[in-house]
């Protein structure tokens, strides 16, 4: 069935350093792959998203892109920050319009 | 995120127990959705509802009960709790099912000992 991994599983970085948290996903008909960031104790909270007829999309320091054609996408968040800390979570919808899978989650740290 | 909210937020019950786990939501989303999340397995779907009376299972449905009368609530019931269904808990809606993103409440700790 519909597999989405999600690596790495712990990412730690200096303040001011960028990150990079990857996914592939096994449906080739997925079309829509958003990122939540989940803190301590909180809920998971959408921060980003791209459908399938978008490469990259930008928010401020964070961007997202996808490679329809090998399946995967990426998070990246630039000038990375103390409150940037938290866990990341990338999912994608089950064939064109079915639930979202997520990912098992990326724990990343931010060390000032 | 007031608009989708759980209760109680921390639960402690015996095996055995029947237990309920409410979710409200105020923006009359079609789609519902209940998650437990654990250490190492992510969040992982456990049922779903795309309107009233319309439930469906998730990845892993055993040992839960939904409804979904009111377009509104959509209560969680774990029929005779076990161990293993210690968990968070996490209600979420949506206008669709892959379309667009989900909106998580906030959760529900449940130990079951």
């Known amino acids: 069935g519909e597999n989405v991994e999600q690596h790495p599983s712990t990412l730690s970085v200096q303040e001011g350093d960028s990150a990079v948290i990857k996914c592939t996903y096994s449906d080739s008909a997925s079309n829509y792959f958003p990122w939540y960031k989940q803190e301590l104790g909180k809920r998971p909270q959408l921060i980003i998203d791209i459908r399938s007829n978008v490469g990259e999309k930008k928010d401020q320091r964070i961007a997202v892109t996808l490679n329809k054609t090998a399946k995967h996408f990426s998070l990246h968040i630039t000038e990375t920050q103390p409150e940037d800390s938290a866990v990341y979570f990338c999912?994608?919808?089950?064939?064109?319009?079915?639930?979202?899978?997520f990912g098992k989650g990326t724990k990343l740290s931010v060390k000032p | 995120d007031a608009g989708i909210t759980q209760s109680p937020r921390y639960k402690i019950t015996e095996t055995g127990r029947q237990v309920t786990l409410m979710c409200h939501q105020t923006w009359s989303h079609s789609y519902m959705f209940w998650y437990r999340q654990d250490l190492g397995h992510g969040l992982r779907l456990i049922y779903y509802s795309a309107a009233a009376d319309i439930t469906d299972k998730g990845e892993v449905p055993d040992g839960y009960v939904v409804s979904r009368s009111k377009t509104e609530n959509f209560p969680l019931t774990l029929e005779s709790a076990t161990r293993s269904q210690t968990s968070v808990y996490f209600c979420a809606s949506s206008e669709s099912r892959g379309l667009e993103g989900y909106t998580f409440g906030s959760g529900t700790r449940l130990t079951v000992v």
């Open positions: 999912a994608a919808s089950r064939g064109s319009q079915g639930n979202l899978i």
